[in-house]
């Protein structure tokens, strides 16, 4: 849902990146009880440049 309004408000913005930037800096954090699918960024909408 936060890609989806981010792209309506600031459709340059940095979310994508950062969030897996983030994951990949802590490898142990479970995103899977986050809520992620397991192979979430592979999705297109993970993956629009």
């Given at each position: 849902m936060i890609?989806?309004?981010?792209?309506?408000?600031?459709p340059n913005h940095t979310f994508r990146q950062k969030l897996k930037e983030l994951f990949a800096k802590y490898p142990n954090v479970d995103v899977c009880a986050?809520?992620?699918?397991?192979?979430?960024?592979?999705?297109?909408?993970?993956?629009?440049?």
């Amino acid at each position: 849902m936060i890609i989806y309004l981010l792209n309506t408000v600031n459709p340059n913005h940095t979310f994508r990146q950062k969030l897996k930037e983030l994951f990949a800096k802590y490898p142990n954090v479970d995103v899977c009880a986050m809520g992620f699918p397991a192979g979430w960024y592979n999705e297109p909408l993970w993956n629009i440049v």
